[in-house]
């Protein structure tokens, strides 16, 4: 079982900016891409960011230049620096990992979600 506790949303004025944080703990044999996603009130969820084991990085084009994601292996995290925070950032945030785990019949990967972080960007 595997455990994404994130970390650090909260109310900002646009122009802001806000750290977001996600730890992963468990049985964690390795994780392999994480990600930052979103989803705003009456909205789907929609990806924000992820990052591969070995630092590739992707982006959604609304977040591009004001965003950063950023990853530690040692500690099993990912983070979010998100700068210049526009109203329409508002959402809750959620973490998530392609986890690789060791079960008594073998390895297998799966999508672990964390429970999510709320921003809220006023105007």
């Known amino acids: 079982q595997v455990q994404l506790v994130e970390s650090g949303g909260g109310l900002v004025q646009a122009g802001e900016s806000l750290k977001l944080s996600c730890a992963a703990s468990g049985s964690i044999l390795r994780l392999n891409t994480m990600a930052w996603y979103r989803q705003a009130p009456g909205k789907q969820r929609e990806l924000v960011a992820a990052?591969?084991?070995?630092?590739?990085?992707n982006y959604a084009d609304s977040i591009k230049g004001r965003f950063t994601i950023s990853r530690d292996n040692a500690k099993n995290s990912i983070y979010l620096q998100m700068n210049s925070l526009k109203p329409e950032d508002t959402a809750v945030y959620y973490c998530?990992?392609?986890?690789?785990?060791?079960?008594?019949?073998?390895?297998?990967?799966?999508?672990?979600w964390g429970q999510g972080t709320p921003v809220t960007v006023s105007s």
């Open positions: 990052i591969t084991r070995y630092g590739n990085i």
């Open positions: 998530n990992a392609l986890a690789v785990v060791t079960t008594t019949v073998g390895q297998f990967e799966y999508a672990a």
